[in-house]
């Protein structure tokens, strides 16, 4: 479950608040950027595969923010 939450941390602050892989990996203890690309495409594949998790996610983003959710579309139709 850590390793789920350090993805969603990783997808929002990457997709959301534009920061760098370099920033995001830091704010995540330490970890290299690579492992923060890893960890956003890994998310990014699931949220693809599976319904309910994509679900989550999404009633997740509309309680934080409520326009993130049409944004979230989008960046899920984008390759990885």
């Known amino acids: 479950e850590l390793v ?3 993805n969603w941390f990783a ?5 959301f608040y534009n920061k760098t892989f ?3 990996g830091r704010e995540c203890g330490g970890r290299d950027h690579s492992t923060t690309i890893h960890s956003i495409n ?3 594949g699931e949220l693809s595969i599976y319904p309910e998790l ?5 009633t997740f983003l509309r309680s934080v923010n409520y ?3 049409n944004k979230f579309e ?3 139709a984008e390759k990885f």
Do not use: D, G, P
């Open 4 to 6: 789920s939450a350090r």
């Open 54 to 58: 994509r679900r989550e996610f999404k």
């Open 74 to 76: 989008k960046i899920i």
């Open 22 to 24: 370099k920033q995001i």
């Open 42 to 44: 890994t998310l990014k």
């Open 11 to 15: 997808f929002i602050q990457k997709n």
């Open 67 to 69: 326009s993130w959710e």
